[in-house]
């Protein structure tokens, strides 16, 4: 069973993530010849003042 971890800037709508997912399932189906309803995916929102780069948060780069 793939499980996917998927972290990201909130910000995403529904739809957005819906279509996401499946895009990914769709892609671990056909490259590693798996079923897709063994396919978990966790969508994790990291807020900007959570995430850093280059030593500088993003809440700070706006």
């Not at 998927?6 to 399932?25: C, D, F, H, Y």
């Amino acid at each position: 069973m793939p499980v996917v971890q998927i972290e990201m800037l909130p910000g995403r709508n529904l739809e957005q993530k819906r279509a996401m997912v499946k895009r990914v399932t769709e892609a671990l189906v056909e490259t590693i010849n798996c079923k897709p309803e063994r396919v978990k995916i966790i969508i994790r929102e990291v807020a900007k003042e959570h995430l850093a780069d280059s030593g500088v948060l993003y809440l700070d780069q706006e």
